[in-house]
């Protein structure tokens, strides 16, 4: 079975709840993920939000996911969100080792496995996101440094599990603002490297790779037609759930005339 091109948004901390509505209204009012079987749309929302998401989102195509989340089912970690309570608001996905978790709040290759393995042994999908830094890149440890990630993190996980991760790569120089995209030319090699060296599914499939880092409407479509680019996910350019959809239809045409 041919797998979905994935196509979703993390909002980070940013939308209060009235401004995720926003979002969910322009989104209910549009068909273009619904007609567009090719393609798997994505939201995620900040925690304060998710379940509020999830339930305006529950009759649409739309997957929704959580920012991060702890890997103990409960217990005395102050200010964590469990699995469960992720599952327990309607969520399908769970982002973990984003490049941000990683800078400001310590998160390590060791912790992503651990939140992984969690992930999958409640049922949710993880979005694992690995990528280098400018330092890593400038001293030429790009592919080093995102094996690693990727190796660690999935380190413990079954072929069949497998089949239910996703990852992102998104090099941290061309995350947010001041970031540059990386060019096609640049994400096709490290897109390339990861297949090559990443386990297949149990289904002989390559693990689905996105690529993330100042994904726009300008560059969506070059991007979304290399053959190793598994979706995309979209930071700043995706917040208006305009600009979402309008990359959405333009992803649609750049895969229909590949
Ligand atoms: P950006 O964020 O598209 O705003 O660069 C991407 C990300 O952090 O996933």
């Known amino acids: 079975m041919d797998q979905p091109f994935w196509i979703g948004t993390s909002w980070k901390m940013n939308k209060t709840l009235a401004q995720a509505r926003n ?10 993920l ?20 999830c339930r305006e989102l529950a009759d649409e195509s739309v997957m929704v996911g959580a920012q991060n989340m702890h890997w103990a089912d409960a217990g005395a970690f102050t200010g964590e969100v469990s699995p469960t309570m992720v599952i327990d608001c309607g969520a399908d996905i769970v982002e973990l080792g984003h490049s941000e978790r990683r800078e400001y709040f310590n998160e390590t290759d060791e912790a992503v496995n651990r939140k992984v393995k969690a992930a999958l042994a409640h049922g949710l999908r993880p979005l694992i996101c690995i990528g280098e830094t400018a330092t890593e890149k400038a001293l030429g440890a790009t592919e080093e440094t995102v094996l690693r990630q990727a190796k ?19 090099p941290v120089w061309a995350i947010g603002d001041g970031g ?12 390339r490297c990861l297949r090559e060296a990443l386990p297949r599914t149990a289904d002989d499939q390559p693990l689905p ?14 991007l979304a037609a290399l053959p190793e680019v598994a979706g995309l996910f979209i930071g700043r350019a995706a ?5 979402y959809l ?4 333009k992803v649609a045409n750049a895969r229909l005339a590949a």
Do not use: K, M
């Not at 619904?34 to 998401?53: N, Y």
């Not at 309008?246 to 239809?249: A, D, G, K, Q, Y």
């Open 152 to 170: 660690i993190a999935l380190s413990g996980v079954s072929a069949e599990q497998l089949g239910r991760c996703l990852l992102a790569y998104e």
């Open 180 to 191: 540059s995209p990386a060019t096609p030319e640049y994400a096709q090699w490290i897109h």
């Open 23 to 32: 979002f969910t209204r322009t989104l209910r009012a549009s068909t273009l």
């Open 34 to 53: 619904d007609s567009d079987e090719r393609l798997q749309g994505f939201v995620i929302p900040p925690f304060t939000a998710l379940e509020t998401v």
């Open 209 to 222: 790779v996105l690529y993330g880092g100042s994904v726009n409407e300008d560059n969506c479509a070059d």
């Open 246 to 249: 309008r990359i959405v239809s």
């Open 239 to 243: 917040w208006d759930a305009d600009g």
